[in-house]
């Protein structure tokens, strides 16, 4: 309540000083541009306080632009005396437009700001409904696995050890699939909420790399991961965990699209303190026209294959941001897709010196 009383005791202010000074740089010309003129600019300056002020302070900055126009630029100077009709009927004129032109653009600007609000919430409404018709694929199909090798695990007496293996390999990857998309869903939560608050501590970014390859169920994908960096890369103030599930979703989304057994490229490398990382599959590639939205929340390729909530590239976006990094897309020349990620941070001269 505090901060809005201020907030209006600023506009008041501030609406007051923008007349007054509009008006001595007028008063400064006036034999030049003539009062006329001159009730035209204030009738603007009105205008302008009216798309970012209250009513209120708008109304005074009107009112007070009328009174200076009569005062300063009206004959006889300096006084409300107005000796001219013509003139009488030009101010009453001009104070009536003043206060109808301050309500009216106030009014406009208002309705402005609804119509901005609705278009928002149909957007995110519409954004809502793309989420909850995908997780009700994404969701559905890994539980109804999960309770289908169950029930089969506990009510078939007869199943040799080869089936049972089976069976507890779909649950095993059903459940992979399932903790994926919750922790998709919770991390874009807290980038929405604004509590993605990064731990920057020195790490060694292979290590990041290697545990983030090492969290990918290898039973599920036969592509071949080579890291590319020196021996002596140094060490970078990062968000261990930020960073190890960028590394996660770009793999795990290299992997779902692009062919089997083809190669998938880590290159590490660094420019003094800035920090890139590229990773560089076999694919297709993204199409032109759709490579300015692979990182909007919840945007599917229009071609892809069922299933996915567009999550995944976002979350990635939001966590390199939230570290003052910038991530970028370009489809390879030779064909697939080239990830670059740039983060400007503290860099150590020291590497991790292991015991031989």
Partial sequence: MLNRSTNTNKQYFFSILFVILISFICFVFKDLIGYKVIAFILL???SFLAMFYRIIPTLIGAILSALIWNFFFIKPYFTFHIENTEDVLMFFMYFVIALINAV?????????????????KLKSIKLYNTLLDSLSHELKTPISAIIGSTDALQNN?????????????????ATLRLNNQVENLLNMSRLESGVVVPKMDWVDVKEIIYGAIRTLNTKLYSQKIIVNCSEDFPLFKLDYGLTEHIIYNLLNNAIIYTPEHSTILINLKNNGNILLIEILDEGKGFPKDEIDYVFDKFYRLKNSRPGGSGLGLSIVKGFVEAQNGEIALENRVEGGAKF????????????????E
């Fill in 44 to 46: 603007v300056t009105v």
């Fill in 104 to 120: 009216l653009t106030f009014k406009i600007r208002q309705i402005e700001h609804i119509a901005n609000k609705k278009d928002a």
């Fill in 157 to 173: 007496k007869t199943i040799n050890d080869n089936q049972k293996e089976k069976l507890l390999e779909e649950i095993s990857i």
């Fill in 340 to 355: 670059t990620i740039k983060i400007e941070t503290k860099m150590s001269k020291f590497n991790i010196v292991e015991n």
